[in-house]
């Protein structure tokens, strides 16, 4: 009897040893927003019928992205957690971001006014351009930083209509800045809104001249360095002029960077790139695009809507950088989607995913 009762007990001692060795399994952790291959989201296991739910949304969403061929990369994070990560790429390569570099533009400008370079946004672009006091056209000399920024210059400028959303008589004219300069004027600055990668380039230029370098060369030392953003591949103009609006290839995860740059109001790793003042007053509507009925800022597009207001920059073919402050959340899509209603489809992901909080 003795024997049988030890026995017992030696048996029950090796099952829960071996119960103790073993653990359930763990989420994924991702410590560095960098896509990978798979898209496996990274989720915290429900707590109640409440989460549960979110959780079978969030997957299903999750799921729709992955399922769409013309998605190339994309992160989302949440309070400081990557939530969903996925990439066609086994590895992370360098991508455009098209016209999300008019976004990257304005934090240079906001950073050439923080530390002096320029003396504000209300400053005339005659005093960089001195040859439009020749121009036969007196509103040129009205023209501000601030409308350039807000795309009210007045140029005549069809690349949201005769152009179809491409400018090529800039791309391939020999003086970028003459052409647009020589642009006739349709209305006077600040009385209408029309989409204008030239005000972009203008931008660069007059960052080039108030800084005495070149954009790239600002923007590493005051911008992506304090990030940790180490490889962008930034195109020239032929007179060697950064292009202000479109053609920077940067990794999708130093993308992250900026987004998570503008939801800590200018701050990174302790560190004030930018002022908090400028990335406010960038991020509030000044202006409403006429083609497309959208709220622009000082070169971030504004979703002002009542329940969780968000910002965002946009490039050509569905490449997005947006932040929404109030549920914390940051999301970058590289996209290689068709400029009709597909392009906007990463923008309708990011609201149903702050629509679930």
Known sequence: MNKTISALLVLSMLFVTACSNSSLPEPPVVETPMPTSNGTPVTAEPDNASDTELSKAREALFEQIRNNPGIQVALIMEDGDMQFEHSIYLESVKLNIN????????????????????????????????????????????????????????????????????????????????????RPMDYAPGEQSAYNTGSSHLLSAILQKASGTTTSSFATEHLFSPLGIEDVIWPQDPQGINTGGHGMKMYPADAMKIGLLYLHNGRYDGIQIVSEDWVNESTKRHSRIVQGDRGYGLHWWVEDRPDIPYFYALGGGGQFILIAPEVNTVAVFISSLNMGNDYDLPRSYFEAFINDN
């Open 99 to 182: 016209s999300c570099t008019k976004s990257v533009m304005s934090i240079l400008i906001g950073i050439a006014i923080d530390k002096g370079y320029i003396e504000g946004v209300d400053t005339k672009i005659i005093t960089y351009f001195p040859e439009l006091e020749h121009d036969q056209d007196s509103r040129k000399r009205e023209i501000t930083i601030r409308h350039l920024l807000t795309f009210t210059t007045g140029f005549d400028w069809p690349e949201w209509g005769e152009w179809r959303g491409i400018p090529d008589h800039l791309y391939y004219s020999e003086n970028w800045v003459d052409f647009i300069l020589n």
